[in-house]
T-cell receptor, first 113, second 113 residues
Framework: NAGVMQNPRHLVRRRGQEARLRCSPMKGHSHVYWYRQLPEEGLKFMVYLQKENIIDESGMPKERFSAEFPKEGPSILRIQQVVRGDSAAYFC???????????FGPGTRLTVL | LAKTTQPISMDSYEGQEVNITCSHNNIATNDYITWYQQFPSQGPRFIIQGYKTKVTNEVASLFIPADRKSSTLSLPRVSLSDTAVYYCLVGDLITGGGNKLTFGTGTQLKVEL
């Protein structure tokens, strides 16, 4: 069984560019979560999605960040006009139901120059 | 969301049993206790989950006293490869409110020869 897949694993962007992070959940999982981890800190919840629906985006910055989980294809976390403070590891997790254990992907490390 | 408190770091030697205790004084009736392990540059890996008393799997045991205000992750006979950060989380897995996992700074376990 393939686990949660994330790509790219490393992403370098210059200030002002856009970053697109992709997450493919485990087979049979229809719930996706995005977390951000700054160096030496724990993961911080950003957004929770089901297919075609955003369930909880209370952890998402109000501007420049958006997420989607279309009917077909991976979930996308999009960061527009990146700034140096966006440099972090972004992890995606998936679960079968919203009440089930979350399984994490390997993360995407975003570096903003 | 119940807040958790755990030691910042622990040291051990190969072959020893390691017990990491987590305090969660304001745990709610619907909250489950979940432990994750994270290696550098990787996503958190699910270890074990429980509600009360004792849970054991092939990797670890989880002890939860009757008042559920704390829990102890027990790793039998650790090896160098168990060196990692261990996170204790509590969340509502019955009604779904626990899908917004809250990670603290975790416990850095260092295992030496």
């Amino acid at each position: 069984n393939a686990g949660v897949m994330q790509n790219p694993r490393h992403l370098v962007r210059r200030r002002g560019q856009e970053a697109r992070l992709r997450c493919s959940p485990m087979k049979g999982h229809s719930h996706v979560y995005w977390y951000r981890q700054l160096p030496e800190e724990g993961l911080k919840f950003m957004v929770y999605l089901q297919k075609e629906n955003i369930i909880d985006e209370s952890g998402m910055p109000k501007e420049r960040f958006s997420a989607e989980f279309p009917k077909e294809g991976p979930s996308i976390l999009r960061i527009q006009q990146v700034v140096r403070g966006d440099s972090a590891a972004y992890f995606c997790a998936s679960s079968i139901q919203g009440t089930d254990t979350q399984y994490f992907g390997p993360g995407t490390r975003l570096t903003v120059l | 969301l119940a807040k958790t408190t755990q030691p910042i770091s622990m040291d051990s030697y190969e072959g020893q049993e390691v017990n990491i205790t987590c305090s969660h004084n304001n745990i709610a009736t619907n909250d489950y206790i979940t432990w994750y392990q994270q290696f550098p540059s990787q996503g958190p890996r699910f270890i074990i989950q429980g509600y009360k008393t004792k849970v054991t799997n092939e990797v670890a045991s989880l002890f939860i006293p009757a008042d559920r205000k704390s829990s102890t992750l027990s790793l039998p006979r650790v090896s160098l490869s168990d060196t990692a950060v261990y996170y204790c989380l509590v969340g509502d897995l019955i009604t779904g409110g626990g899908n917004k996992l809250t990670f603290g700074t975790g416990t850095q376990l260092k295992v030496e020869l």
